[in-house]
């Protein structure tokens, strides 16, 4: 592996990296520590095996550790719930309220689900190149995207919520799917 090599596959992990976390900071720290873990790790690429899939796969397992954390923290009561402070977090209407946020729609889907979503559809990742990255059977690749694809499109579909917080008409309940 030599440093083309890898610097060609930065502006894919870039932008799947921002997709995934939703937070450009984030996502830039997600790609150091990716790159970091590649060069440190860089005797357990396979040479003449996919550079692309195994770096994705050293995303995902890092994206999927900090998440990890992040819950341990929450139990540990060192984070707020949104759902407690919503009502301070309405932004003011503008003229833009109704239009149609695709990012925000991606967050509100399951991270399992925007992992594969993401990754066939952002990154043109093949279904056993998400298998492999997420360490799940392709049949499971194939419905977390169907299942992704219907949520998103019902996200998109549904009324954006009203610009002002409103007691007598709350959102809707997300359900969540198996």
């Known amino acids: 592996m030599n440093n083309f090599e890898l610097t060609e596959h930065i502006p894919s992990l870039r932008r799947y990296a921002r997709v995934l976390t939703g937070d450009a900071w984030m996502a830039d720290d997600l790609v150091q520590d ?3 873990r590649a060069c440190s790790k860089w005797r357990l690429w396979l040479a003449g095996s996919d550079l692309r899939a195994w770096l994705f796969t050293l995303m995902h397992n890092l994206y999927v550790n900090q998440v990890r954390r992040s819950m341990r923290q929450a139990a540990a009561g060192t984070t707020v ?12 209407a503008s003229e833009t309220a109704d239009s149609l946020d695709l990012q925000s729609c991606l967050l509100r889907l399951p991270q399992d689900q925007r992992v594969v979503l993401l990754l066939v559809s952002l990154e043109d990742l093949s279904y056993a190149e998400v298998a492999k990255i997420t360490g799940v059977p392709v049949g499971t690749v194939m419905s977390r995207l169907s299942r992704a694809r219907s949520r998103l499109r019902e996200l998109m579909d549904s009324p954006s919520r009203p610009a002002v917080a409103d007691s007598s008409h709350s959102p809707p309940l997300l359900r969540r799917l198996k």
């Open 34 to 36: 990716t790159l970091e």
């Open 81 to 92: 719930n949104v759902d407690d402070v919503a009502h301070e977090l309405v932004a003011p």
